[in-house]
Nanobody
Framework: QVQLVESGGGSVQAGGSLTLSCTGS????????MGWFRQAPGKEREWVAT????????YYLDSVNDRFTISQDGAKVTLYLQMNSLKLEDTAMYYC?????????????????WGQGTQVTVSS
């Protein structure tokens, strides 16, 4: 079992920065990949970024790939999402997720474990 807890959300002005954290517990070392998703009210959950645990390879949603950075700590216990140059459209509930099985790691159905979410609100 893997448990995930997000933190670091809050309110920030457009153009500002925010870093989200996701701390894992349980058998985190067996995770194949981890990802960040976001969901705004009335919209489907949207993939944001993926990191492959063993290789460190990363992939991003086109609209954030020049502003966001996904990373893990050395022990691969904590997942981060550094968000720079935040825009109003980045406002959403952000979720971290873990997939113990090999997959593309871009779809919600690829991931077996989810955190509770942390709210990010960007204002002008």
């Amino acid at each position: 079992q893997v448990q995930l807890v997000e933190s670091g959300g809050g309110s920030v002005q457009a153009g500002g920065s925010l870093t989200l954290s996701c701390t894992g517990s349980g058998n985190t070392f067996s995770t194949f990949c981890m990802g960040w998703f976001r969901q705004a009210p009335g919209k489907e959950r949207e993939w944001v970024a993926t990191i492959y645990t063993r290789t460190g390879g990363t992939y991003y949603l086109d609209s954030v790939n020049d502003r966001f950075t996904i990373s893990q700590d050395g022990a691969k216990v904590t997942l981060y999402l550094q968000m720079n140059s935040l825009k109003l459209e980045d406002t959403a509930m952000y979720y971290c997720a873990a997939d113990p099985n090999p997959s593309v790691c871009r779809k919600t159905t690829d991931f077996d474990y989810w955190g509770q979410g942390t709210q990010v609100t960007v204002s002008s």
